[in-house]
T-cell receptor, first 119, second 110 residues
């Protein structure tokens, strides 16, 4: 059973550098979500995709952030000109296409996350 | 947007004790999930429970959607139950995004 995978698991970078994270969802899931979690808080929604279409973006996603899902499979999240405030855990989740068919539900399954530290 | 509150914020138990965690939400929901976040940050699905009652081993959950709350019960707690428990909901018209509470931090001591 292959779950959601994320790469890298940890990233340390200097302020001003660009970073890119990758998420591979569960194979039959067509919906993919990105969340961000800062210390002591619950995760907060950033954006989500249905297939390759980005359907919603949070106000948290500033112009320095961009997400793609070019072939409707894996997704990347890029942060340009990183700032210390970007330090957080970046979580990816996926959900199946049609909950309700074959006993499916709206359950979102999360990957292990990428922990970003900006020095 | 929908608000999610969890209580208590912190809980310390001795191994073998039982506990109840509560999640209140401010509006109707299409989805409610309970998660356990382990020390490495992984969110582990416990229950998908927008309404009704479910049980899985020592854990059970009940959601009373009409009264806008959910409860997570942990019986005979073990040290491996330590971590942060999150409740997350998708509000009606919430476009599928989960809104998380601030969590309950549980520490089970031997």
């Amino acid at each position: 059973d292959t779950g959601v995978s994320q790469d890298p698991r940890h990233k340390i970078t200097k302020r001003g550098q660009n970073v890119t994270f990758r998420c591979d969802p569960i194979s039959e899931h067509n919906r993919l979500y990105w969340y961000r979690q800062t210390l002591g808080q619950g995760p907060e929604f950033l954006t989500y995709f249905q297939n390759e279409a980005q359907l919603e973006k949070s106000r948290l996603l500033s112009d320095r952030f961009s997400a793609e899902r070019p072939k409707g499979s894996f997704s990347t999240l890029e942060i340009q000109r990183t700032e210390q405030g970007d330090s957080a855990m970046y979580l990816c989740a996926s959900r199946q296409l049609r909950p309700g068919l074959a006993g499916g539900t709206d359950t979102q399954y999360f990957g292990p996350g990428t922990r970003l530290t900006v020095l | 947007g929908i608000q999610v509150e969890q209580s208590p914020p912190d809980l310390i138990l001795q191994e073998g004790a039982n506990s109840t965690l509560r999640c209140n939400f401010s509006d109707s929901v299409n989805n409610l999930q309970w998660f356990h976040q382990n020390p490495w940050g992984q969110l582990i699905n416990l229950f998908y429970i927008p309404s009704g009652t479910k049980q899985n081993g020592r854990l059970s959950a009940t959601t009373v959607a009409t009264e806008r709350y959910s409860l997570l019960y942990i019986s005979s707690s073990q040290t491996t139950d330590s971590g942060v428990y999150f409740c997350a909901v998708v509000g009606v018209g919430g476009f599928q995004k989960l809104v998380f509470g601030t969590g309950t931090r549980l520490l089970v001591s031997p």
